[in-house]
C-alpha cells in the first residue's frame, strides 16, 4: 500500500488544521494507520494511531484533547484533526500503516507534510 499525507501549511497558535493521508494500491488488504511527526533535530515520534475499524485510538500524551484521529475506508482516507495548535507541534507530519488491522507499529511510511504553527 502506498501512502500520501496532505494537509500542512503555516498556521497561528491557537488555529486548527486537518491533515489527510490517502491510500492507494493494495487498499483491499485492512490495516491499522498511524501519524507520526518528526521537527527538526529531533526523532520522530509517534502522535495517534487508529484500528481498521476505528473502534480503537490511541494518542501521545503531548496532542491527546487537541488532536483526532478518524478513517474513512469507503475513500481509503485517514484524517488527524488538529485543534488549538502549538509552535512545539511544528513538524513534518508521516501517516504510516501498520501489518493487520490492529495498531503494532509502522511498516509503511508516506511522504511527509510541513506542519508550521507561529507563535
Known amino acids: 500500500v502506498q501512502l500520501q499525507a496532505s494537509g500542512g501549511g503555516l498556521v497561528q497558535a491557537g488555529d486548527s488544521l486537518r491533515l489527510s493521508c490517502a491510500a492507494s494500491g493494495r487498499t483491499g488488504s485492512r490495516y491499522a494507520t498511524g501519524w507520526f511527526r518528526q521537527a527538526p533535530g529531533k526523532e520522530r515520534e509517534f502522535v495517534a494511531s487508529?484500528?481498521?475499524?476505528?473502534?480503537?485510538?490511541n494518542y501521545a500524551d503531548s496532542v491527546k484533547g487537541r488532536f483526532t484521529i478518524s478513517r474513512d475506508n469507503a475513500k481509503n482516507t485517514v484524517d488527524l484533526q488538529m485543534n488549538s495548535l502549538k509552535p512545539e507541534d511544528t513538524a513534518v507530519y508521516y501517516c504510516?500503516?501498520?501489518?493487520?488491522?490492529?495498531?503494532?507499529?509502522?511498516?509503511?511510511w508516506g511522504q511527509g507534510t510541513q506542519v508550521t504553527v507561529s507563535s
Open positions: 504510516a500503516a501498520s501489518y493487520g488491522s490492529v495498531w503494532y507499529g509502522p511498516a509503511h
Open positions: 487508529i484500528s481498521w475499524s476505528g473502534g480503537t485510538t
